[in-house]
Each structure stands twice: as structure tokens, then as C-alpha cells.
């Protein structure tokens, strides 16, 4: 599978983007994607997950109740609509697939088969 990521941009604190995980070679119901974000000097930090069934979501603490995941199928696009976004969601955003542990939204040390290229998100203040 490969995935290609979109939707980044510069918006003010308080406004919304939209991105987008587009994937090829593979159907996503047969993977577990996963929003990951990098802060210049920052670790990478787990955003969201959507399982293959799409049944099974996971928001950081950070960002729920104001970032929804979702997809659409007949498109092969994962979605993450962030809304109210502040300075501290600035950073590189990232979509990945896991292939294993279909139905987990949390896996320790988990392989991915593939990563987006990345998505450049600057909220200004």
C-alpha cells in the first residue's frame, strides 16, 4: 500500500483543515490508519486512529473533542478534520498503515507497512 497525504496549510488559531490520506495499491479496510504529527524539536506524537473496520477510533488527549478521523471507502481516503486548532497542533502531520492487529486501535511497537509523505499544518496565534 501506498499513502499520500494532503490538506496541510496556515490557518489562524481557532480555524479548521482538513487532511486527507490517500491510499493506492490496497483497500483500506485491510489496514489500520494512523495520524501521526512532529513538532520541530519534538517527538512524534500519535494524533488518531481508525481501524480497518472502521469501526474502532483513537484521539489523543491533546486534540479530542476537537479532531475527527473518519473515511470514505469508495474513495480509499482517510480523513482528519481538525477544527478549533491552536498553536501547539503546528507541526508535520503524518498518515500511516498498520497491517496487523486489525481491530486494535493501540498497538505497542507496531510495524507500519507504509507512511504519507507528510503534511505541513502551521497554526498562527
Known amino acids: 500500500v501506498q499513502l499520500q497525504a494532503s490538506g496541510g496549510g496556515l490557518v489562524q488559531a481557532g480555524g479548521s483543515l482538513r487532511l486527507s490520506c490517500v491510499a493506492t495499491?490496497?483497500?483500506?479496510?485491510?489496514?489500520?490508519i494512523e495520524w501521526f504529527r512532529q513538532a520541530p524539536g519534538k517527538e512524534r506524537e500519535r494524533v488518531s486512529v481508525i481501524t480497518a473496520s472502521g469501526g474502532g477510533t483513537y484521539y489523543a488527549g491533546s486534540v479530542k473533542e476537537r479532531f475527527t478521523i473518519s473515511r470514505d471507502l469508495a474513495k480509499n481516503t482517510v480523513y482528519l478534520q481538525m477544527d478549533s486548532l491552536k498553536p501547539e497542533d503546528t507541526g508535520v502531520y503524518y498518515c500511516?498503515?498498520?497491517?496487523?492487529?486489525?481491530?486494535?486501535?493501540?498497538?505497542?511497537?507496531?510495524?507500519?507497512?507504509?507512511w504519507g509523505q507528510g503534511t505541513q499544518v502551521t497554526v498562527s496565534s
Open positions: 495499491g490496497a483497500t483500506l479496510d485491510q489496514y489500520v
Open positions: 500511516a498503515a498498520r497491517g496487523t492487529f486489525l481491530n486494535v486501535v493501540l498497538v505497542a511497537n507496531a510495524n507500519y507497512e507504509s
